[in-house]
């Protein structure tokens, strides 16, 4: 499955710098004589592939890199304070799924984070953590202020909405002002 969102990437940034980089040596290319012309526009016909080639494997290959520690299950969920430091943590062994918000009349999260700074950030059931098929998901129960999954070795973001995506060991959620690390 792939992993929705909107995402904030910035291979895209560098794969558009790149075509405009080629283009413009085309350009430039056009006011050359013809006898010069044929090598360089094959040159930059082989380039511009090549380019996007190499910034798309580059891109799997950082999520393979921080793969590696992906064939360790998921054993926790970790509460974070602002220096990143544990402030509370929650099992997710023999767990099949744990819903994070704020507890009110009635019902409990799984994962409480009444008590906490910006509790007003959050919805009573702001977004759920379910396993299925050996893999973790994380959900946005619709909160309407979203949730932000931070993806470790990437340095992509995705904002949720209503929305599910594949988490996996060392992605960081925030929700509201709240950090969570799954490890």
């Known amino acids: 499955m792939r992993r929705e969102g909107i995402r904030v990437d910035e ?3 560098g794969l558009i710098f790149s075509i405009l980089c080629v283009l413009s ?7 050359m004589e013809w006898s010069l012309k044929l090598p360089a526009l094959l040159f930059s016909a082989l380039l511009l592939p ?3 080639l190499l910034l798309f494997l ?3 290959e950082k999520r393979g890199k921080s ?3 992906d064939a360790l299950p998921l054993s926790s969920l970790l ?3 602002e220096e990143g430091r544990e402030i509370r943590s929650w099992s997710l062994l023999g767990r099949s799924s744990l819903r994070i918000g704020r507890g009110g009349e009635g019902e409990r999260p799984e994962v409480d984070l009444s008590g906490q700074d910006f509790e007003e950030e959050l919805a009573a059931e702001h977004a759920v953590l379910n396993r299925a098929g050996g ?3 994380l959900e946005d129960l619709g909160s309407g202020e979203g949730t932000l999954l931070h993806l470790t070795g990437s340095g992509e973001s995705l904002w949720l909405m209503e929305r599910r995506s594949i988490v996996r060991r060392g992605d960081l959620i925030q929700i509201g002002r709240n950090r ?4």
């Open 11 to 13: 291979r895209k940034a």
């Open 25 to 31: 040596a085309d350009l430039l290319l056009y006011s």
């Open 50 to 52: 090549s380019l996007f």
């Open 58 to 60: 580059s891109g799997r």
């Open 67 to 69: 793969g590696e520690s």
């Open 79 to 81: 509460l974070l304070n």
């Open 135 to 137: 893999q973790w998901y």
């Open 180 to 183: 969570l690390r799954l490890l």
